[in-house]
Structure formats: structure tokens, C-alpha cells
């Protein structure tokens, strides 16, 4: 997976969730208006401080985590 520059993780931000740019703006929020059919310009009306490629990185983020599995560690 090519590096993400545009999706941040901070505590103090929206408690934590992977963000765009340090904004208050979550991935989810723009998978999830992706998802219910908002075009990419009616995302960028809605949220005017976002650009193009805050919404690659979103979906690229999103595609990456609903393909990464977690395995649980053996009892020591």
C-alpha cells in the first residue's frame, strides 16, 4: 500500500479516529457519504476546506483496513 500523507491519528482529535489533515473531518464521515451516493463535488460543497485527494486517500485508508485481518495472539 502506497503511503498516506493526508490521514492523521490524534488523540485529541475526534478522539482519536483516522482524520483528513488534522481536521475534524473523519474518514468515516467521507466513506460513509461516499457510500450513501454523494458525488466527490458534493463532498467538497459540504466540507469547501477538503480537496480531490482527501477523498482518494479516505477510500484508499478504508479499502486498506477492510482488507487488514487481526490474529490473536497465542497465550503465552
Not at 492523521?8 to 457519504?33: D, E, H, Q, S, Y
Not at 485527494?53 to 503465552?76: F, G, K, T, V
Request: aromatic share 6%; net charge positive.
Amino acid at each position: 500500500m502506497k503511503m498516506l500523507k493526508r490521514i492523521t491519528f490524534n488523540p485529541a482529535v475526534m478522539g482519536g479516529k483516522p482524520c483528513i489533515r488534522g481536521l475534524r473531518v473523519t474518514v468515516g464521515t467521507v466513506v460513509g457519504l461516499a457510500a450513501a451516493g454523494h458525488s466527490r463535488k458534493e463532498i467538497l460543497k459540504l466540507y469547501p476546506y477538503l480537496e480531490d485527494e482527501d477523498i482518494s486517500e479516505a477510500l484508499s485508508y478504508a479499502a486498506w483496513r477492510a482488507e487488514e485481518s487481526e490474529a490473536p495472539l497465542q497465550p503465552a
